[in-house]
């Protein structure tokens, strides 16, 4: 089996700034209840940008960090559960783009777990020889399956992309991973896609109108997150010589402050050791793990040797988390 390292982040988010008191112009909400809640304060959303655009300027930004061209690409994933199409797929609408005529490309949903499942995937390839350099991309436009009059949700979703390149290397960069689901769990967190509808279907209940947007039933999905962001850190170090104490830094999904910080005492770490880029972008679902990832890197917070774990979770429900050690720099 061959080594993966990762070699480069990129991310690019919408320019537009959301503040909690912009939405308490639309509905019945608070920066006060937005805060306490969340922790979120503001929030990227498009005026205009589409996911593909977002992508497109990840990809571009990771190129440069990785200093690799886009024709040395094999591969290309970006998990997205908001693309701008169905067909062709935002990683082939990416291709296109930027150029990288010689790479496989696809999309694949996880939900907010997107990023680490590309990831995890795409270290399959290179583990395996089949590949040697792939970029993997989170993608999201959010908004434009938020009910806009929805205060429940809408005060917490976001637009942006992040993405990294991984390549074949000398070094154990990518040391560990873990993803899972529970489709059980699928109806707490929803969007519909279009209903059965076709010149054979006889029957009107299948053309009644359905929700266009995202439904979330928070109590549940707080339980599930609280339970799995715990869990999935520990799963990672299994069989791994690393413990607990040994990791440097983890990148957590987005989502809630609450969330995070009830995570951090269960393994009775400090809080300051799991990185929040939330009050200023939100829940941007599965971008928000390469956003944050990108955002440590460029501000050169990663020094050589350290052991940083990615780890997320989302609709399907679905988890993951995966363990990293950084062999960029000095
Ligand atoms: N502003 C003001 N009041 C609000 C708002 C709002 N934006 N939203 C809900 N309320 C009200 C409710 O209507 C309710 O009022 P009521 O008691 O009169 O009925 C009250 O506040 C409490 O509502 P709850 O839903 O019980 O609030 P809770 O304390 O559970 O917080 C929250 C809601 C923040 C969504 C919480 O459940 C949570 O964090 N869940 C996890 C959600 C999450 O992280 N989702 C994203 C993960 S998956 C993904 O990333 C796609």
């Given amino acids: 089996m061959f080594n993966v390292e990762l070699i480069g982040t990129g991310s690019c988010i919408p320019e537009k700034v959301v503040t909690n008191d912009d939405l308490a112009k639309i509905v019945d909400t608070s920066d ?45 994933i970006v998990a997205t559960l908001t693309p701008d199409d169905y067909l062709p797929s935002t990683a082939c609408q990416v291709q296109k783009h930027i150029g990288a005529d010689n790479a496989a ?22 583990r395996t020889g089949m590949y040697k350099t792939a970029l993997v991309i989170g993608a999201e436009e959010l908004s434009k399956i938020t009910d806009w009059t929805d205060r429940t949700t809408c005060v917490l979703f976001a637009d942006g992309a992040g993405a990294a390149v991984l390549q074949r290397g000398e070094q154990q960069g990518i040391i560990s991973e873990i993803i899972g ?71 957590p999904h987005q989502a809630n402050l609450r969330i995070i910080d009830a995570a951090a005492k269960k393994l009775n770490l400090d809080a300051s050791k799991f990185y929040v880029n939330l009050p200023r972008f939100g ?18 917070r990663f020094k050589k040797g350290d052991l940083i774990i990615l780890v997320g979770f989302g609709g399907g429900l679905t988890y993951g988390a995966m363990l990293i050690k950084w062999t960029m720099g000095e």
């Avoid at 907010?112 to 590309?118: A, E, L, N, V």
Wanted: glycine residues 8%; aromatic residues 8%; contains cysteine.
């Fill in 32 to 76: 006060e209840w937005i805060t306490s809640r969340t922790g979120i304060k503001e929030r990227r959303i498009s005026t205009g940008e589409t996911t593909t655009e977002l992508a497109v300027g990840a990809a571009r930004s990771a190129l440069e960090s990785a200093r690799i061209s886009a024709e040395d690409l094999d591969l290309i």
């Fill in 105 to 126: 490309c696809f999309d694949l949903n996880a939900a907010c777990t997107g990023f680490i499942y590309g990831l995890t995937v795409a270290s399959q390839f290179i």
């Fill in 181 to 251: 689901s529970d489709g059980n769990k699928g109806d707490c967190l929803t969007c519909p896609a279009l209903p059965p509808r076709n010149y054979f279907i006889r029957d009107d209940s299948t053309k009644e109108s359905r929700s266009e947007y995202v439904y979330m039933n928070g109590r549940e999905v707080y339980k599930f997150a609280v339970t799995v962001m715990p869990e999935c850190i520990l799963k990672t170090l299994e069989g791994t010589g690393i413990s607990l104490s040994d990791i440097d830094h983890i990148i």
């Fill in 283 to 300: 829940n941007t679902s599965g971008a928000s793990i390469p956003i944050a990832l990108d955002e440590m890197a460029k501000a050169n």
